[in-house]
């Protein structure tokens, strides 16, 4: 790393002796509209490239898109991220070095690539993260179909680590520890660990009977059984009518009880029966990766639906949040 920053420094120094010589030569020529206009496209240039610099090896300014950190981090807050936490990302998504003694470890905010990430080809790729670094996140041309930003970057919590396994009663999440036998409520956990209390719930606990009905139809509704569907199960999904699940909903507990009645239907079916048997028995993380999770539990797309993240794909460390003005603050100190 001490390197790379004498080799810029010695660029550096190259380039500003260089403008210093122009600038003295300049002063004996007669000056051009064209000239002028040209010095400040000169000076711009050098400004934007010395910035796409320090965000991509040094820190890096992002904007929260979505709800899926809230209330630790809402929407349109600015933070700032260490690229350097965890190695050295030779270029955006590039291979990265220097990594063996800079490991995630647990409850830290971090930033890693969407692996649902719709790639639009290897150059728009390059191109959109220099304009947004370039424009210090001001400007994002990475859009969707529908003309809202494209989420190439998640900024999630490190939850689970390598070794653990993560399952999920009711939305609450409980962890077995990498060499133990028993699962303990991550609730707990964090309690005993002095971790950061940031993850919530907001989902009624008394909706969950209702939820698990609403996946229990939907895998009638799949194979064309709603004939055979039975009364309670329906008179159990009511309540859910007219209330506000559609806002603060756990798609996750909904797809547990889908999956599991599809593996129930038919047995022999062996992509069912390990599909239900994730959600029953956990998510395995494997050594090297991290099981990402938002703080807002019941509405963030997270790790519950992509799986765990390898290490080589989280690119940064959210270290503070710089925007806006009347909320800034370290997010390291309770970590």
């Given at each position: 790393m001490d390197g790379l920053f004498s080799f810029l420094e010695r660029r550096t120094e190259k380039y500003l002796t260089k403008k210093k010589q122009v600038?003295?030569?300049?002063?004996?020529?007669?000056?051009?509209?064209?000239?002028?206009?040209?010095?400040?496209?000169?000076?711009?240039?050098?400004?934007i490239f010395w910035v796409i610099i320090i965000n991509q090896y040094l820190f890096q300014l992002f904007v929260i898109p979505s709800p899926s950190m809230v209330h630790t981090l809402e929407i349109g807050d600015r933070v700032i991220v260490n690229k350097d936490s965890y190695g050295v990302e030779l270029y955006p998504a590039g291979k990265?070095?220097?990594?063996?003694?800079?490991?995630?470890q647990r409850d830290e905010i971090i930033t890693f690539y969407n692996p649902e990430y719709d790639s639009k080809g290897p150059f728009f790729d390059l191109l959109s993260q220099?304009?947004?670094?370039?424009?210090?996140?001001?400007?994002?041309?990475?859009?969707?179909?529908?003309?809202?930003?494209?989420?190439?970057?998640?900024?999630?919590?490190?939850?689970?680590?390598?070794?653990?396994?993560?399952?999920?009663i009711d939305g609450n999440a409980e962890i077995m520890l990498s060499g133990t036998e028993s699962?303990?409520?991550?609730?707990?956990?964090?309690?005993?660990?002095?971790?950061?209390?940031?993850?919530?719930?907001?989902?009624?606990?008394?909706?969950?009977?209702?939820?698990?009905?609403?996946?229990v139809m939907s895998a009638y509704h799949e194979m064309g059984y709603e004939p055979f569907l039975p009364r309670e199960i329906y008179q159990a999904y009511r309540v859910l009518e007219g209330s506000d699940y559609n806002y603060v909903f756990d798609r996750y507990a909904l797809e547990k009880a889908r999956t599991g009645t599809l593996s129930s239907f038919d047995p022999s079916d062996m992509e069912r029966r390990s599909e239900s048997a994730v959600y029953e028995n956990g998510i395995y993380v494997p050594s090297g990766y991290v099981l990402p999770l938002g703080d807002n539990r019941d509405n963030s797309r997270d790790g519950r639906y992509f799986g765990p993240v390898e290490e080589s794909r989280i690119n940064g460390r959210v270290v503070g949040r710089f925007w806006p003005l009347s909320r800034i603050s370290s997010l390291t100190d309770n970590e």
């Open positions: 600038r003295e030569y300049n002063r004996t020529k007669k000056h051009t509209v064209l000239g002028e206009i040209w010095s400040w496209i000169d000076a711009l240039i050098f400004a990265k070095v220097f990594t063996d003694d800079r490991r995630v220099v304009v947004y670094m370039g424009t210090l996140t001001l400007v994002n041309i990475d859009r969707n179909d529908d003309g809202t930003p494209a989420e190439r970057l998640y900024v999630k919590r490190a939850v689970g680590m390598g070794g653990d396994t993560i399952r999920f699962f303990i409520s991550e609730d707990d956990f964090r309690e005993q660990s002095g971790l950061s209390d940031g993850p919530h719930r907001s989902v009624d606990p008394s909706y969950y009977p209702a939820l698990k009905a609403a996946g």
